[in-house]
């Protein structure tokens, strides 16, 4: 069956520590790749994107994401944290529907 | 900008009733979809429609059906409440992907049901 796996529920990190998050999914066929925030309260808000070209895309606030195809993951980046990025992260794959993963919620302590 | 609304933020309903989730956008877009989110699992895909009168079942349609009339539109119905269905509910709106669109979805805010 086609899924979305993300590999950690909860992260808990210092100020300034890097981030990363693993996503893998198990679609065949070309799929586009999202990586969507929710902040506490809030909607859902696209991070960023990856459809076609380089496979490291850059989105907002200093996230960026690498999509190996070998591996079909799709993992979220960044350098260093802050407190405001205390969210729940989701990644998705698009084919004609879209597909979420179970989410994780990053915990950034000041 | 893109703008979806979920008539109802929040919904308090009794088991057994009817009940009526509408959402509404305002980008012309071809595809709507209807998630519930609970914790710890996501977003689970109830109903994808690609275009007017058009509907595919998602992950979990069991006790949901939708209607779509009109291409703004895309209505969730619960024939039957119960409390497993208690839950968020996200609609979202999206081009379809194709071409230069990368079919991004974008969200509505929400409606918090609760079935008691």
């Known amino acids: 069956a086609q899924s979305v796996s993300q590999h950690n529920h909860h992260v808990i990190l210092s100020e300034a520590a890097s981030l990363e998050l693993g996503c893998n999914y198990s679609y065949g066929g070309t799929v586009n790749l999202f990586w969507y925030v929710q902040y506490p309260g809030q909607h859902l808000q696209l991070l960023l994107k990856?459809?076609?070209?380089?496979?490291l895309v850059k989105g907002i606030k200093g996230f960026e994401a690498e999509f190996i195809k070998s591996k079909f993951s799709f993992n979220l980046r960044k350098p260093s944290v802050q407190w405001s990025d205390t969210a729940e992260y989701f990644c998705?794959?698009?084919?004609?529907?879209?597909?979420f993963g179970a989410g994780t919620r990053l915990t950034v302590k000041p | 900008d893109v703008k979806v609304t979920q008539s109802s933020r929040y919904l308090v309903k009794r088991t057994g009733e009817k009940v009526f989730l509408e959402c509404v956008q305002d980008m012309d877009h071809e595809n709507m979809f209807w998630y519930r989110q609970d914790p710890g699992l996501g977003l689970r895909l109830i109903y994808f429609s690609y275009d007017v009168k058009m509907k595919e079942k998602g992950d979990i349609p069991e006790g949901y059906s939708v209607s779509r009339e009109k291409k703004e539109r895309f209505s969730l119905i619960l024939e039957s409440a119960s409390t497993n269905q208690t839950s968020m509910y996200l609609c979202?709106?999206?081009?379809?992907?194709?071409?230069?669109?990368?079919?991004?979805?974008?969200f509505g805010e929400g409606s918090r049901l609760t079935v008691l």
């Open positions: 998705a794959v698009r084919r004609n529907d879209m597909r």
């Open positions: 979202a709106s999206s081009p379809p992907r194709t071409g230069i669109n990368t079919g991004e979805l974008f």
């Open positions: 990856y459809f076609s070209g380089d496979p």
